[in-house]
C-alpha cells in the first residue's frame, strides 16, 4: 500500500543550552556556531529543502532572536552591501532568507527531545513531518532524507535514521533492535532504547538525529513519562509506536528503519566539532587549493 501524505515540513529543535561550548555559547546559540562560514543550522534547513521540505519549524528556547534574524531579511547590512557592489556577499546574505519558510515555537521549559517534538503540534497537524536534530549534519551528496521519505511512502508510520558504530559508543544515542524487510537499507524496528548501558544495547545501531514521524506520535507523547535524565524522549515515544500491536492498537503504523551507510558529521561536542569544520573546509573548492596544502605542512610540523 502507498501512503501518499507527502511530507512538507521538518521541525528542527534548537532549545539546547550548548553547555560543551561555553563561553561561545553564552550569548549565541549553539546551532548559530559556524561550520566554516554558514551557521550549524542553515546547513540542516538547507538539507531540509533539498528533500523538499520547505516548511521549517524551529522549536526554540531563551536567548534565540539570532536564529531568527539569519532566516529573515536584513535591509541596513543588504543596503550597505549593495552600496558597496558587493554582489557575491549580497547573495549570501539574501540567502537563508529566502531558502524556506521558516517559523519558530517556543519550548517554556527544557523538557527532553520528546517534549520540543510535542510543541510542534498545532503546526504540523495531521501530517507525517521530519524531525532533524542540528548536532548531526549530513552530507548533501547522501540524500539521506529522501530515502527516509520513500520509505514512509512505501511502509506509512515512522522511520528513523540507523548508523552503526563501535560498541563503546552505543550508551551515548538511542539504539534499536530490528529485523530485515525485503529491502537491503530498510528494517522493521522491533525495539528501541534511549542511552542503553553498553550490557543492555539491543544492537550497535543507534539513530540519528533524522526521523519521519507519523502524527501519531503527538498523542503518543502526550502520554509518555519521563525517561532517559528526566526527560520526555522521543525515542521512548517511537518505541511505543514500534512495538504497537496493530491488531489491537491501530496507531501509528509501526516504526521503520533506513540504514545509513554514507557521511554524517557531529557538531554536538568539541572534538567532533573540529573535525567537522577541517573536513568541511577541505571539501570547498574555493578553499580546498590553500588550505589542505596548509593542513600537511602544518600536520608535518607536529610529527
Ligand atoms: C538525541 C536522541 C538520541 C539520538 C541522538 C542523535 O540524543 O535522544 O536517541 O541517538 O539525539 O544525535 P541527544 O544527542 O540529544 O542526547
Known amino acids: 500500500m502507498a501512503h501518499s501524505a507527502t511530507v512538507t515540513k521538518a521541525v528542527v529543535p534548537v532549545a539546547g543550552l550548548g553547555t560543551r561550548f561555553l563561553p561561545a555559547t553564552k550569548a549565541t546559540p549553539k546551532v548559530m556556531l559556524p561550520v566554516v562560514d554558514k551557521p550549524a543550522i542553515q546547513y540542516v534547513v538547507e538539507e531540509a529543502v533539498s528533500a523538499g521540505l520547505r516548511d521549517v519549524v524551529l522549536i526554540t528556547g531563551d536567548n534565540q532572536s539570532s536564529i531568527a534574524d539569519h ?48 510543541c510542534a503540534a498545532d503546526q504540523v497537524g495531521d501530517e507525517p513531518f521530519a ?24 511502509y506509512g508510520g515512522s522511520i528513523i535514521a540507523l548508523m552503526e558504530v563501535p560498541p563503546d559508543q552505543v550508551s551515548a544515542y538511542g539504539c534499536a533492535a530490528f529485523k530485515p524487510t525485503d529491502e537491503a537499507d530498510v528494517v522493521a524496528i522491533t525495539d528501541l532504547v534511549e ?31 519521563a525517561g532517559r535524565g528526566g526527560e520526555i524522549q522521543l525515542t521512548d515515544g517511537l518505541r511505543t509506536l514500534a512495538v504497537a500491536d496493530r491488531d489491537t492498537v491501530p496507531v501509528g503504523g509501526g516504526v521503520h528503519g533506513v540504514l545509513f551507510r554514507g557521511r554524517r558529521y ?27 596544502p596548509w593542513l600537511r605542512e602544518f600536520l608535518d610540523k607536529l610529527r
Not at 550597505?80 to 524556506?100: K, M, S, T
Not at 532533524?132 to 512505501?154: E, F, P, V
Open 71 to 118: 532566516f529573515s531579511r536584513a535591509t541596513d547590512l543588504e543596503a550597505q552591501l549593495e552600496a558597496r557592489g558587493n554582489q557575491r556577499a549580497l547573495a549570501d546574505v539574501r540567502a537563508p532568507a529566502e531558502l524556506a519558510s521558516v517559523s519558530m515555537v517556543r519550548q517554556d521549559a527544557p523538557r527532553g527531545l520528546g517534549h520540543a517534538v510535542l
Open 266 to 292: 557531529d557538531t554536538g561536542n568539541k572534538q567532533d566539532f573540529l573535525r567537522t569544520t577541517v573536513e568541511f573546509a577541505c571539501a570547498r573548492p574555493d578553499l580546498a587549493e590553500d588550505f589542505v
Open 131 to 154: 524531525v532533524m536534530l542540528g548536532d548531526d549534519l549530513i552530507d548533501a551528496r547522501d540524500d539521506l532524507l529522501t530515502r527516509m521519505i520513500q520509505a514512509r511512502q512505501r
Open 195 to 225: 542511552k542503553p548501558d553498553p550490557s543492555e544495547a539491543p544492537s550497535n545501531w543507534i539513530i540519528i538525529g533524522r526521523y519521519i514521524c507519523d502524527p501519531a506520535i503527538f498523542d503518543v507523547l502526550r502520554e509518555t513519562p
